[in-house]
């Protein structure tokens, strides 16, 4: 039994996302290399850096749709800007995870509070997370959707502050893989990287619209039972 | 034979098998919604098939002129 792709975008999507994980996965534990310097624990970065990538990328696209609800009136920005927010806090919450795990085996701590990268990113999770409540305190409707659309941008300014961190503090505990001379790293790294980056973005993007449809047809059924009252 | 495995082994699986878990969480909740849905959409259409069947009755009764 095959789907046209054209006919349902999403189960495309979500196919090729599995292909992609499947392949980062057969990268990352067969093909590329262990590191000379972490040992076999550096096969964290292959998830870490990209759940926390994705994490970023929610946020802006959040704040993106924030901005075109606030300057366009684009119809559904609101609910967009709402369900790329939620993805942002849930790959946040993995990010948070995996680094913790990964900084207990390299550095020996769950976690350090002198470290600006690892803070920074903590406070972008917690204004996010803030984002929800903020948004069933208030009653549906326009001044609610104008309130957290202003809340969502106002966060957009910690993205990069928190991404430029590590290379602005003195002390670097935190590895720094990505110089202005390019990656850091073997090829073969390189490319599982970017393996890897692409499959947790497309698993992303195949949440939020599964999710977003779900959040659309509970609308439409919400104005339907109105209707029908 | 027990298999010798590594710290760096377990925290690395304790990483991958977290995204695991909060994905397939992820895909529960949401799959739970959808039956949530599928049950609101079910009662709707009931409702709506009873106001269609009061009023063919309701036509019925009505005396042709």
Redo the contacts between chains.
Sequence with gaps: MGFRAKENPLAALAALAGLLVVASIALIFFYVPTDADQGFSQRIFYIHVPVALTAYAFFGWGAWKALRHLWKREPGADLESYVAIHQGVIFGSLTLLTGSLWAKISWGHWWLWSESQLVLFLVLFLFYGAYFMLRYSLEPGPARANICAVYALFGVVLIPISFLAIRLANQLIHPVVFTLQGPQMAGSMFLTFCVSLTAMLTLAATLFHVELAGKRIDSRLRELRELLA | MTLAV????K??A???G??FL??LV??LI?AL??GR?ES??DE?TG??RE?REAETEQREELPVA
């Design positions: 590594t710290a760096a082994e925290y690395v304790a990483a991958y977290i995204v909060v994905v992820y895909v949401i919604k959808l849905l609101e959409l709707l409702q709506v106001r």
